[in-house]
């Protein structure tokens, strides 16, 4: 695999200022379901004090620690949703995941984010935690793969594989497409 990481810019120096790390880890767990468990933190190379807080948090600790179990069933039908917070600016944020349980019976997929930005108003929830929400969608998708398959040849109403055109690598005019369904296979715009 080649690297695609793009190349220091040598002109020029940076201080760091924040960093944030996300990590999403999918499960399947022995009572037949899945899970996906997210961590954000976020962590300053110097001192900070949150705005209208008395302690200042230490250079290198963690201003945001959070964690978020998603479970899911095979047919991505969230069944539970359990936030912890190791590590928050503000006392108030440890109440900020409580309305999370307007998500246990929303699909995972097509209108998730929509869907997840309903129900939980951005007032009413941790920033964090809603944010985590939306790519944890695709971390669980990642997570079923192995699982299915199947779905790869599913199509829609019009007999379309539905997977055409759902990235960049499935583009309609993409040697994907070419292999699996050369009849749906357009050409690329620039070619006759």
Same mark, same amino acid.
């Given at each position: 695999?080649?690297?695609?990481?793009?190349?220091?810019?040598?002109?020029?120096?940076?201080?760091? !200022?924040?960093?944030? =790390?996300?990590?999403?880890?999918?499960? %399947?767990?022995?009572?037949?379901?899945? &899970? /996906?468990?997210?961590? @954000?933190?976020?962590?300053?190379?110097?001192?900070?004090?949150?705005?209208?807080?008395?302690?200042?948090?230490?250079?290198?600790?963690?201003?945001?620690?959070?964690?978020?179990?998603?479970?899911?069933?095979?047919?991505?039908?969230?069944?539970?949703?359990?936030?912890?917070?190791?590590?928050?600016?503000?006392?108030?944020?440890?109440?900020?995941?409580?309305?999370?349980?307007?998500?246990?019976? !929303?699909?995972?997929? =097509?209108?998730?984010?929509?869907?997840? %930005?309903?129900?939980?108003?951005?007032? &009413? /929830?941790?920033?964090? @935690?809603?944010?985590?929400?939306?790519?944890?969608?695709?971390?669980?998708?990642?997570?079923?793969?192995?699982?299915?398959?199947?779905?790869?040849?599913?199509?829609?109403?019009?007999?379309?594989?539905?997977?055409?055109?759902?990235?960049?690598?499935?583009?309609?005019?993409?040697?994907?497409?070419?292999?699996?369904?050369?009849?749906?296979?357009?050409?690329?715009?620039?070619?006759?």
């Amino acid at each position: 695999m080649n690297d695609t990481t793009p190349p220091p810019d040598d002109e020029v120096t940076r201080e760091e !200022l924040h960093r944030r =790390a996300i990590d999403f880890r999918g499960y %399947r767990r022995s009572d037949g379901l899945f &899970e /996906v468990v997210a961590r @954000l933190t976020d962590t300053k190379p110097h001192a900070f004090t949150p705005p209208a807080e008395s302690r200042t948090v230490a250079a290198g600790e963690p201003i945001h620690d959070i964690v978020l179990r998603v479970v899911f069933d095979a047919d991505m039908v969230v069944r539970a949703v359990t936030p912890g917070m190791q590590a928050y600016p503000y006392r108030q944020c440890v109440a900020g995941g409580d309305v999370l349980q307007a998500l246990p019976g !929303l699909v995972i997929g =097509a209108g998730w984010t929509s869907e997840v %930005r309903k129900r939980l108003p951005a007032g &009413e /929830v941790c920033t964090h @935690l809603r944010e985590i929400l939306v790519p944890l969608a695709s971390a669980a998708y990642q997570t079923m793969t192995q699982f299915r398959q199947h779905l790869l040849h599913a199509t829609d109403a019009s007999g379309r594989p539905a997977k055409i055109d759902s990235c960049y690598a499935y583009g309609a005019s993409r040697a994907l497409v070419r292999h699996f369904w050369p009849e749906h296979q357009r050409p690329a715009q620039g070619e006759d």
